[in-house]
């Protein structure tokens, strides 16, 4: 299985910017066999929230509405990593973030069945 690993997370005043990335590692086969990934958070007291969304062999994308217009998400299959650009933070943003891929066949705005899970980064924005 792919091994998913985030970096970038931090603290920011808002209206700040950071840009989050999630490397995965493994065999040319299981990177291969990942359909989409996505980006998840999760804020205490609260449920995970998906945030965005990217299929791997094209360039469809998908955001919730809480970050519609300020985030973007991306991947450089190059560079076997996912990105989420992360502009115009508000403290509602503070949250762990969590980079996760699927195997199964869903549309973007559908945020189940993702298998796996990197251990997340700490995103904390202060007023």
């Known amino acids: 299985q792919v091994q998913l690993v985030e970096s970038g997370g931090g603290s920011v005043q808002a209206g700040g910017s950071l840009r989050l990335s999630c490397a995965w590692i493994?065999?040319?086969?299981?990177?291969?066999?990942?359909?989409?990934m996505g980006w998840f958070r999760q804020a205490p007291g609260k449920e995970r929230e998906g945030v965005a969304a990217?299929?791997?062999?094209?360039?469809?994308?998908y955001y919730s509405d809480s970050v519609k217009g300020r985030f973007t998400i991306s991947r450089d299959n190059a560079k076997n990593t996912l990105y989420l650009q992360m502009n115009g933070l508000k403290p509602e943003d503070t949250a762990m973030y969590y980079c996760a891929s699927r195997t199964a066949f869903h549309s973007l705005g559908d945020f189940t069945d993702y298998n796996n899970w990197g251990q997340g980064t700490q995103v904390t924005v202060s007023s």
């Open positions: 990217i299929y791997t062999g094209g360039d469809s994308t």
């Open positions: 493994g065999h040319w086969y299981s990177a291969y066999s990942m359909y989409s």
